[in-house]
């Protein structure tokens, strides 16, 4: 078990935590970074009270539980209704917003249906909402989908960012090869193109599965390296904070690591959360 903070969230404790997040990993303007100051934790607890103790994050992702039934180790993925699932969902989106500049919601294709009619009715749709925030979805569509003989088997996952206005990204952080590139086209640009909004290109972002070298067998759902990256390369640079919600295999703390972000899982399983800090390195705080 790795070093626990029980105090942090206590009363006055909050406040002084949450300068320290935003301060710990900077150091003097223009210093090269120390690895060693970077934040990289996990809390175990429930993201809707662990978030709002936290300061502001400059990106969040959510990949919630789908309410599918899923068996997750001390927790059960099953809702008394869809419309209580709804609801649920609805208060992750609204924290995640309320808690982010830019915040990533990645979530099962039914819920589509409801997720952006409510949204439309609060008025947020690809416009904009009052002119705070630009919201655009995304499809991430996988190899290793399901296979259905019968009918056309379900290969994508929708996606939604949800962005304030004014939120710098760096979409040159990701540039891919381009078709012209694989073509040999001579009027190809060296330096590849901006992927677009459906994510699937040269990167191949299959879905993880149980064979990969990439999995963690004592999780059931995971998501691949390769999406979180594209996500954190485009809304971050060194020295801001990723959080991500509902952390699982600790996917977005292993790829902040490798890319000198700090981040911050929340994981409601006591025992993923012990996975991850023995994985990572994290530091584990239990509330
Ligand atoms: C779909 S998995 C996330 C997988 C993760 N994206 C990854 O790549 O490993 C959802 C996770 O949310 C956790 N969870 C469920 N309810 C939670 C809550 N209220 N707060 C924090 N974590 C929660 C579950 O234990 C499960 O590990």
Redesign the pocket.
């Known amino acids: 078990m790795k070093k626990t903070d029980r105090s942090v969230f206590a009363g006055r404790a909050a406040s002084s935590q949450k300068i320290r997040l935003y301060t710990s990993s900077r150091g003097p303007p223009g210093a090269a970074k120390d690895v060693t100051l970077m934040v990289n934790k996990i809390i175990c607890?429930?993201?809707?009270k662990v978030l709002p103790e936290l300061g502001k994050a400059k990106m969040i992702f959510a990949?919630?539980?789908?309410n599918l039934g899923v068996k997750?180790?001390?927790?059960e993925d099953q809702w008394e209704s869809d419309g209580e699932y709804l609801d649920w969902l609805s208060a992750v989106t609204h924290l995640g917003m309320r808690q982010s500049r830019i915040f990533w919601l990645s979530y099962y294709w039914r819920w589509d249906f409801p997720l952006k009619a409510e949204l439309w009715r609060m008025g947020i749709d690809g416009r904009g909402w009052q002119d705070r925030w630009a919201v655009k979805p995304y499809v991430w569509w996988y190899t290793f989908g399901q296979h259905n003989k019968n009918d056309n088997g379900s290969c994508f996952r929708p996606m939604l960012r949800f962005k304030k206005i004014g939120a710098q990204i760096y979409p040159d952080a990701i540039r891919e090869q381009s078709a012209r590139q694989r073509n040999n086209d001579k009027r190809a640009n060296p330096g590849g193109r901006v992927p677009g909004d459906v994510w699937d290109g040269v990167w191949q972002e299959s879905r993880v599965c149980g064979s990969f070298k990439e999995k963690?067998k004592w999780?059931l759902?995971?998501?691949p390296e390769a999406i979180?990256e594209r996500m954190v390369k485009l809304s971050c640079k060194p020295g801001d904070l990723v959080i991500?919600?509902?952390?699982?295999?600790?996917?977005a703390n292993r790829v902040c690591r490798r890319l000198g972000i700090d981040c911050i899982g929340?994981?409601?399983?006591k025992f993923?959360c012990e996975k991850i800090a023995e994985e990572t390195g994290a530091q584990l705080v239990i509330i």
């Open positions: 607890g429930d993201c809707l990949d919630p539980p789908d997750y180790e001390g927790f963690r999780h759902n995971q998501h979180i991500d919600m509902f952390a699982g295999t600790g996917t929340i994981e409601i399983s993923y």
